[in-house]
């Protein structure tokens, strides 16, 4: 069973910059894509970015479009998200998770990590 895990959630104030890392415990064929969902207090999940594991395209959500960038590091079995210009609004625990399709539900991924809190003040 592959597990994820995050790292590199914090305070910054806005228009700051974070990275998240996401690493695999090992690395399966059934991967296809992996991606970073949040979550807000009081609001349900919402999709940030996907990646396709092993030719790298991408696809985010508008709100975050121009701002994060996801990458992977296939040698490492790792995934990042790089966030700059943050906004109080993405204030949320960001989650990632790992499915066999590309997709944008929650309900699409299996494997999911334990979360890590970003926080921006305004």
């Known amino acids: 069973q592959v597990q994820l895990v995050e790292s590199g959630g914090g305070l910054v104030q806005a228009g700051g910059s974070l990275r998240l890392s996401c690493a695999a415990s090992?690395?399966?064929?059934?991967?296809?894509?992996m991606a970073w969902f949040r979550q807000a207090p009081g609001k349900e999940r919402e999709f940030v970015a996907h990646?396709?594991?092993?030719?790298?395209?991408?696809y985010y959500a508008d709100s975050v479009k121009g701002r994060f960038t996801i990458s992977r590091d296939t040698s490492k079995n790792t995934v990042y998200l790089q966030m700059n210009s943050l906004k109080p609004e993405d204030t949320a625990i960001y989650y990632c998770?790992?499915?066999?399709?590309?997709?944008?539900?929650?309900?699409?991924?299996?494997?999911w990590g334990q979360g890590t809190q970003v926080t921006v003040s305004s």
């Open positions: 990646i396709i594991w092993s030719g790298g395209g991408t």
């Open positions: 998770a790992a499915a066999g399709t590309v997709a944008v539900l929650p309900s699409s991924y299996s494997v």
């Open positions: 090992v690395r399966t064929f059934s991967t296809y894509a």
